[in-house]
């Protein structure tokens, strides 16, 4: 059964930089079948995508947050990671990690979720 | 404001069949695919249906999507109490080049 485990600091000061690393277990991340995604959700609202990367390290990013956010990926460990920076208050969230169960990148279905992490912009 | 729109509450007593809404615009609903996403409280979202209306497996009948021009809907028939959750419509949008959420309906089972 695959699964996915986020892994960061959960207090980041703001203008620093969040990293976040995804874990990705009972399969392969090189996979050419799937992209894998970040979404988050401010506490007590909806869920925004961040972007999504594929195994070859194309990524895709949400052009709100495109001039803040890098996404890679590590097959060797089997990981991929989020950094954004310039934090605010605003990027309080919960991020999740995911898969999409397509390789196409405009059709994504996020069918594996990891749990999620909340992170905490503050001084 | 998302530009993927849902209302913000749906309600129903057990048994009953409630609908959930999503309108969009031409650049995501109107020429892409619609995915709906099920989040109960304190857990991650799941998928609960994708393609239109396709259900991964493990997803019972009674939830089922449709899509017509730039709108798409989520019908939920047989009510049931575990079926009270945030739910959340989702498509790529062209203009963007990236993915968008609508804004969530709160479905309450009462």
């Known amino acids: 059964q695959l699964q996915l485990q986020e892994s960061g600091p959960g207090l980041v000061k703001p203008s620093e930089t969040l990293s976040l690393t995804c874990t990705v277990s009972?399969?392969?991340?090189?996979?050419?079948?799937?992209?894998w995604g970040w979404i988050r959700q401010p506490p007590g609202k909806g869920l925004e995508w961040i972007g999504s990367?594929?195994?070859?390290?194309?990524?895709y990013y949400n052009p709100s947050l495109k001039s803040r956010v890098t996404i890679s990926v590590d097959t060797s460990k089997n990981q991929f990671s989020l950094k954004l920076s310039s934090v605010t208050a605003a990027d309080t969230a919960v991020y999740y990690c995911?898969?999409?169960?397509?390789?196409?990148?405009?059709?994504?279905?996020?069918?594996?979720w990891g749990q999620g992490t909340l992170v905490t912009v503050s001084s | 404001q998302s530009v993927l729109t849902q209302p913000p509450s749906a309600s129903g007593t057990p048994g009953q069949r409630v609908t959930i809404s999503c309108s969009g615009s031409?650049?995501?609903?109107?020429?892409?695919?619609v995915n709906w996403y099920q989040q109960l409280p304190g857990t991650a979202p799941k998928l609960l249906i994708y393609?239109?209306?396709q259900r991964p497996s493990g997803v019972p009948d009674r939830f089922s999507g449709s899509k017509s021009g730039t709108s798409a809907s989520l019908a939920i028939s047989g009510l049931q109490s575990e079926d009270e959750a945030d739910y959340y419509c989702?498509?790529?949008?062209?203009?963007?080049?990236?993915?968008?959420f609508g804004g969530g309906t709160k479905l309450t089972v009462l």
């Open positions: 995911a898969r999409s169960g397509t390789p196409i990148a405009a059709r994504p279905n996020f069918d594996y």
């Open positions: 989702a498509a790529w949008d062209d203009s963007l080049n990236g993915l968008l």
């Open positions: 031409s650049s995501n609903i109107g020429s892409n695919t």
């Open positions: 990367i594929y195994y070859s390290g194309s990524t």
């Open positions: 009972g399969g392969s991340i090189s996979s050419s079948s799937y992209y």
């Open positions: 393609s239109n209306n």
